[in-house]
């Protein structure tokens, strides 16, 4: 290590574009990750015969991170990705899978080894404002790193101090990051949000590292200072060859900063490319859902009809089976026996997801219906019932054989036997994508979807059942297709303002600067 600040470091910085290509080896290498957490698992548990449970907060995913790249990790809050940016750097212990950093086995690491991971990888947290301890100064926070790890080892020869050393280190650092080294002897609470994660910033760069872990650094803050921040991140990756790993739930950040990004949903990849490629030209479902949800600059997008993306997130405790995010597409795969417009296709989804999660009972719908007529005399005509149903889920348009089975199920429904309501729906209505999990297929740009399945996956499907929902994407028949509501340009369907979301703060309108 140099005693000013970090050198730049050439050897390590790649172009970003060219991450991947030209047989470039990653920097960071993460294979089959895993951290499942189990609940009802103590001693106590178990003399009372109870099951553990796990909880899939990291569930498979797989990475690659270039050198000098920024990697962009994007989802909504509780999908994984900080869970995935921590247990990459070994501050959560993996229950599965393989971390290779400049090709050495992380997971592997103990000892010196470790330590030497630990000063080449380093992390920024999200809360400026919980990550600093309030107790220290910020020379103090900043230097910490550099005490641990006993830096410098000896004392240099102009006659300093090692402690002494340390100061002069934090103040540049404090320096480089756009505070003064007057500033030194303060504590957190004297500085703003941004203040603070620059000081954030400083104590991950004492170390001189060449990979840093970015989780949500800007999300805390006002927009015109994320601004700020992203600038000086930038500039930081520049002067020192920084490879990132930036995770974020706000997608118009990302696509500032990153080269490109991985989209994470339920604790899986399903998505992943160069950024262009990803706002330009979404593969999934979801990763459509997150860039609706971005809200635009321009005047004539302003107005732009945004759909409400329908359901919860699914538990992490018990994900829905076959591609976790089936409760919430919008293009859903129907099977090859149902052919009706795709947003009542949803609607019948919908209405069997909350049953099967026993989200309302029969009985529920009868006290609000009762509770409608406000003191009136009202019989439980189920009549009432079906066409409050059919209101509620969309079903209002259905004719046929269609209508006549979700009849069925909501006359069943209506006299309360909910389960055999939803066994009922699922018998008629079950999809190909609860059937088999999509697995992460195209190359550069890839997704893990059955719209856009390759042969060696989609084996198992059968065909016609993934060309009845495609709606012109690939297929057979044409005449399948006429009436569908799957839209023809990716992004331009159902989408939500739901997602990327999570109240952390107001987003920027214009990428962040
Ligand atoms: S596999 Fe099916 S449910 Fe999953 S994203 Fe693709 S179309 Fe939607």
């Known amino acids: 290590m140099s005693e000013s600040a970090p050198a730049e470091r050439d050897d390590h910085v790649g172009d970003g574009s060219a991450a991947g290509s030209g047989g470039e080896k990653p920097l960071l290498e993460v294979r089959g990750l895993r951290k499942y957490y189990y609940e009802n698992d103590s001693l106590f548990d178990r003399l009372l015969g109870r099951e553990p449970t796990s909880v899939k907060a990291v569930d498979g995913v ?129 500085f703003s949000g941004g203040q603070r994660q620059r000081v954030g910033i400083a104590r991950a760069l004492a170390l001189d590292p060449e990979f840093i872990v970015l989780d949500e650094p800007v999300s805390a803050l006002d927009v015109s200072v994320q601004a700020q921040i992203l600038n000086l991140l930038e500039d930081l990756q520049e002067d020192f060859g920084l490879t990132y790993l930036f995770i974020a739930h706000d997608l118009s950040v990302v696509r500032h900063i990153c080269d490109r990004v991985a989209v994470m949903y339920l604790g899986e990849v399903v998505e992943t490319g160069p950024t262009d490629d990803i706002f330009e030209s979404p593969k999934h479902p979801y990763t459509e859902a997150l860039l609706e949800s971005v809200p635009r600059a321009s005047v004539e997008e302003q107005g732009r009809r945004v759909d409400a993306l329908p359901g919860d997130v699914p538990s992490p405790r018990n994900p829905p089976s076959g591609c976790h995010f089936r409760t919430r597409c919008p293009k859903v795969i129907q099977p090859a026996t149902v052919d009706i417009p795709q947003e009542q296709y949803r609607g019948v989804m919908n209405l069997r997801d909350r049953l099967e999660r026993q989200g309302f009972t029969a009985e529920s719908v009868w006290e609000t219906l009762e509770s409608e007529h406000d003191g009136e005399d009202f019989e439980r005509d189920p009549v009432v019932f079906k066409r409050a149903m059919r209101e509620e889920f969309d079903l209002a348009g259905l004719s046929g054989a269609t209508m006549d089975t979700v009849e069925d199920a909501l006359e069943i429904l209506a006299n309360g036997r909910e389960e055999e309501a939803a066994d009922r729906l699922r018998d008629a209505f079950a999809s190909p994508c609860e059937e088999e999990e999509p697995v992460l297929t195209g190359g550069e740009h890839a997704a893990a979807c059955h719209l856009f399945a390759d042969e060696e996956y989609d084996r198992d499907l059968d065909p016609e059942d993934v060309g009845n929902a495609m709606g012109g994407i690939g297929a057979p028949d044409p005449s399948t297709t006429a009436d569908r509501d799957v839209p023809d340009d990716p992004g331009s369907g159902g989408t939500s303002d739901a997602v990327g979301s999570d109240g952390d703060t107001d987003e920027p309108d214009d990428n962040g600067r």
């Open 62 to 190: 797989d990475l690659e991170v270039y050198p000098g790249e920024t990697l962009g990790v994007v989802g909504e809050s509780g999908c994984g990705k900080s869970t995935t940016g921590e247990t990459l750097l070994r501050l959560r212990e993996a229950t599965e899978g393989t971390v290779r950093f400049d090709g050495e086995d992380v997971m592997e690491m103990s000892g010196d080894e470790l330590t030497r991971f630990r000063k080449r990888a380093g992390i920024v947290f999200q809360d400026p404002f919980s990550s600093l301890d309030p107790r220290m100064t910020v020379g103090d926070i900043v230097s910490e790193g550099l005490k641990i790890h006993n830096v410098p080892e000896e004392s240099p020869d102009d006659g300093r101090s090692k402690r002494e050393w340390r100061r002069d280190r934090a103040k540049e650092l404090l320096e480089r990051v756009g505070l003064s080294a007057d500033q030194i002897d303060r504590y957190p609470h004297e």
